[in-house]
């Protein structure tokens, strides 16, 4: 039975009978943060103060429901790092939107400036940097990836973001790093309640639940975790959430994998 003090909570909003709507928000909270996964490490978050942000808008993957034409708004872009599968069409959403992206430094000088994107549209974004928009904060933090530019320049450090809400919901985006003790640091200092965590096909589930136990330090909070950058129809061989699923529940983990629908909206809250 879950009460309604449980952390961590994702209710989908087209789900009336589902297990995630019997599941009642904190009494008096009534904000909540809307998601969707568009494929791929695209997401899409509404803030409770209306701000929209993705995360690596790679709209051109073969999963995609979406073009980029079909973003209408967009405030905030998170570009994780300077691959093809992680820049998609930020520049291009950014320009049509008016959007800022935050990325390395060098993604800036090494490709979208080449590509002639206003500098006033991006913010420099290193591992340990903040940025502040009205009541919502968002860190970047360091990925233990590559981070070459499309055309083969580098881009600067990879990236994950720590995410902030106005209503005090903490959202980890990990980007495609892999298994770092740094995550140790990022749940006792900023107790995320819910990790978007990099399930490729290469990836060894084992590695992604240590992921879960490493970010639950001092962290009762982190009750959620999505997996990302699978497809749909993972090939032979590759992991899949229901494995990243099977892998939390052996390890004792006290933690449920959200394994969103494409385009379906959920609501996140505390």
Sequence with gaps: MIRPGWRGVVIALTLAASFW????????????VKMEWLSWSHFRFTSPGGKVILTN???????????????????IILVADGHRDEVGSAD???????????????????????RKFPQNQFLPTNP????????????GL????????????????????????????????SGSTALTLDMQLWGSLYKPDVAILIL???????????????????NPNLKTVIPHHHRLKPPAGAPT???????LKAAGLPVRVLNPELHRVYELTR
Excluded at 58 to 63: A, C, G
């Design 128 to 139: 340990g940097d903040w940025h502040t928009f009205d009541r919502l904060t968002i860190r």
């Design 142 to 173: 360091n990925s233990v990836h590559g981070s070459g530019t499309v055309d083969k320049g580098y881009s600067g450090p990879a990236l994950g973001f720590m995410i902030h809400f106005e209503n005090g919901l903490t959202v980890y985006f």
């Design 21 to 32: 709507t019997s599941v009642i928000p904190v009494a008096g909270q009534t904000a909540t």
């Design 57 to 75: 808008p790679f709209v051109t993957n073969p999963d995609s429901p979406i073009k980029a034409a079909d973003i209408q708004k967009a405030d």
């Design 200 to 218: 490729s096909a290469r990836r060894d589930v084992q590695d992604v639940a240590h992921m879960v136990r490493l970010l639950r330090t001092e």
């Design 92 to 114: 291009e959403i950014a320009l049509k939107t008016g959007a800022k992206i935050l990325g390395a430094g060098e993604l800036f000088r090494n490709y979208l400036e080449l």
């Design 241 to 247: 959430p229901a494995d990243l699923d099977n892998a």
